[in-house]
């Protein structure tokens, strides 16, 4: 059984950076981060597949948020800068597990962290 657990989230000034952490116990095809916000539906923030190279982002965090694994640490990490406040949600870390999907296609997510709250002031 896969596991994930986040941490990093906090509060932060619009303009400022966090970054978030995804310790992942198991193997995985894809591994994203994914945002919900009150009243709003779930987001795809960031992920990538097996190869760094595969990477991509939501349209609204594209050139603010990067993320980056560590393979000896087993963690998966979301650097955001230049947080504005409609960035503020509770982030996901997420993988797909059970069966292969692109990781472009944002699908497949079937085992997921607790979450973690993420606010930016104005």
């Known amino acids: 059984q896969v596991q994930l657990v986040e941490s990093g989230g906090g509060l932060v000034q619009s303009g400022g950076s966090l970054r978030l952490s995804c310790v992942v116990s198991?193997?995985?095809?894809?591994i994203g981060w994914f945002r919900q916000a009150p009243g709003k539906e779930r987001e795809g923030v960031a992920c990538?597949?097996?190869?760094?190279?595969?990477?991509f982002y939501g349209d609204s965090v594209k050139g603010r948020f990067t993320i980056s694994r560590d393979n000896a640490k087993n963690t998966v990490y979301l650097q955001m800068n230049s947080l504005k406040p409609e960035d503020t949600a509770v982030y996901y870390c997420?993988?797909?597990?059970?069966?292969?999907?692109?990781?472009?296609?944002?699908?497949?997510?079937?085992?997921w962290g607790q979450g973690t709250q993420v606010t930016v002031s104005s």
């Open positions: 990538m597949g097996q190869t760094l190279r595969s990477e």
């Open positions: 198991g193997d995985y095809y894809n």
């Open positions: 997420a993988a797909v597990v059970t069966s292969w999907w692109p990781v472009n296609s944002w699908e497949g997510y079937d085992h």
